[in-house]
């Protein structure tokens, strides 16, 4: 069937079902926006992923959406990581409830988002390729939802063709991304890294380590495990560079491994193997118009820190709720400007770490070496310095641009606090919602807080607010964004202040 399916009024379509696309489908959906994911692989989750870490700022997000505690369940953590054979990262002293990585395959944590989403009512329509994105000079502004479309060209599983449209696309659909494609977006960059290798493997000895890394000379590997008796490989060799397409042997394998770590650990069984080529890139901007892009479509870098599927997963949790706002009407559609001004730097921050780290541990040059030398020493011995890379790698360290003259806190992530009455902050965060801590305890800590009421500008707000108080005495009022960033505080906050920055935060 040949047709077009006319937009739901403030409707969203998302391309790609990966991590990033099921978290942003899921937010949206749970805030009553009616969201469409098109994808054009088959319904099925596969245990090809490459991502094994969940870092902590990712699993403060999860903790938002109620699923970090499950995931915690099924993973294993790590509190410590060990970089260039000798700089030990100690996690245990982050500013989070979650104080170590998680060691968990991507498609555990896929199942635990697709799951969310279904319940949540998005509509997902798999074997569908996107073909094309088209906006109109008139519809590719800024306006509010109801005022413009864009229309996805697809094609489904029997070669019929559809156009959908809907207020705002969502390109989450990898690296070669076909939304980003579509309207014209540039991925400059370069390949890093050639012919990698992957398989899963069944080891003979366990290794010592949960997660097992090491650079030798020419050779890195990399084990970690599925949770299933097999363990994922990644290797390379500087000298062994060929095409994604050569045929790779389990000898390969083992050879790399043993060049990197010392010994093959004797892998055999191997239920999968392949290669691949790791680039550096990203996208110039993360919007234009009313489509924009998110995860792998908007940039890419090396695996090393692990820092891919989470990057993607908390550019999903800034975009999300403004979606939702600008198409409830609660703010204007400038909001949505912030998502590139946030995330892009945190995406350019991203691919000079991973970079850096990969390019630091296959130094070959004597300077090179030299210069890795004098890292180690320093994060080993300066607690500032050690603190701010384990803050880059686990995403609790970036904060985002304020106003001039704005609070010291403002775009500052909030940790999960203990509010009064037993709570903590992530807890009241779920559902998507602001929370406005104040100091002023309420009489019964049990009871529901009341919004402030200043001028009727809390009028109708009661299903965007939680009001909550510090259990610490402190003295500051913060009014807490659905991502967990500061969108306003004062530490003189009377209630007129207060109703003023509800109006123009909350809507």
Excluded at 77 to 100: E, K, N, Y
Excluded at 184 to 205: K, M, T, Y
Excluded at 233 to 246: F, K, L, Q, Y
């Amino acid at each position: 069937m040949n047709g077009t399916r006319h937009a739901t009024p403030g409707s969203v379509i998302v391309v790609g079902s990966g991590p990033t696309g099921l978290l942003l489908a899921g937010d949206l959906a749970t805030a009553g926006i009616p969201v469409t994911v098109v994808e054009k692989r088959p319904h099925r989750i596969s245990n090809l992923s490459r991502a094994f870490v969940l870092h902590a700022r990712t699993l403060e997000q999860l903790d938002a959406r109620a699923l970090a505690d499950d995931l915690e369940a099924a993973g294993r953590p790590l509190d410590r990581l060990r970089l260039f054979g000798r700089l030990t990262v100690d996690l245990a002293t982050l500013p989070s409830r979650f104080r170590h990585l998680l060691v968990l395959p991507q498609y555990e944590v896929e199942k635990a988002l697709e799951r969310r989403a279904v319940a949540a009512g998005v509509d997902f329509r798999y074997e569908t390729e996107t073909t094309g994105v088209r906006q109109d000079p008139a519809e590719s502004g800024t306006g509010s939802g109801a005022e413009g479309v864009v229309a996805v060209d697809v094609r489904g599983p029997g070669g019929e063709t559809e156009t959908l449209r809907a207020a705002y696309v969502v390109g989450t659909d990898g690296m070669r991304s076909a939304v980003r494609e579509a309207i014209g977006l540039p991925f400059p960059g370069r390949s890093v890294i050639r012919s990698v290798v992957l398989a899963d493997v069944r080891l003979a000895e366990e290794p010592e380590t949960l997660l097992t890394v090491n650079a030798v000379g020419d050779a890195f590997a990399f084990l970690a495990p599925f949770g299933d008796g097999y363990y994922r490989v990644i290797g390379w060799h500087r000298g062994r560079n060929v095409p994604d397409s050569e045929p790779l042997a389990l000898d390969e394998v083992k050879e790399i491994t043993r060049l990197a770590l010392g010994r093959d650990f004797g892998m055999h069984e191997a239920r999968w193997m392949s290669r691949f080529h790791s680039d550096e890139r990203q996208a110039p901007a993360y919007r234009v118009g009313r489509v924009f892009l998110a995860g792998d479509a908007a940039h890419v870098h090396t695996p090393a820190g692990g820092q891919g599927m989470n990057t993607g997963l908390q550019d999903a949790a800034n975009l999300s709720w403004k979606l939702a706002a600008v198409l409830h009407g609660h703010r204007g559609p400038e909001l949505l400007d912030t998502y590139q001004a946030e995330r892009h730097p945190v995406g350019r921050a991203v691919l000079r770490s991973s970079g850096g780290i990969v390019r630091l541990a296959m130094a070959k040059r004597p300077w090179t070496r030299a210069l890795r030398a004098v890292l180690t020493t320093v994060l080993d011995h300066v607690g500032p310095a050690r603190r701010r890379a384990a803050g880059h790698v686990t995403g609790v360290g970036f904060r985002y641009p304020a106003p001039r003259g704005a609070h010291r806190l403002t775009g500052t992530r909030v940790p999960d606090v203990a509010l009064a009455g037993g709570g903590r902050l992530y807890e009241a965060l779920r559902g998507g919602r602001f929370v406005l801590i104040t100091p002023d305890a309420p009489d019964a800590p049990d009871a529901p807080a009341p919004v402030p009421q200043v001028d009727g500008a809390a009028s109708g707000r009661e299903d965007r607010l939680t009001v909550a108080h510090w259990a610490s005495g402190r003295r500051t009022t913060v009014l807490v964004r659905p991502d967990g960033h500061v969108a306003w505080a004062a530490d003189d906050a009377d209630a007129a202040r207060t109703g003023a920055a509800l109006a123009e935060h909350v809507g």
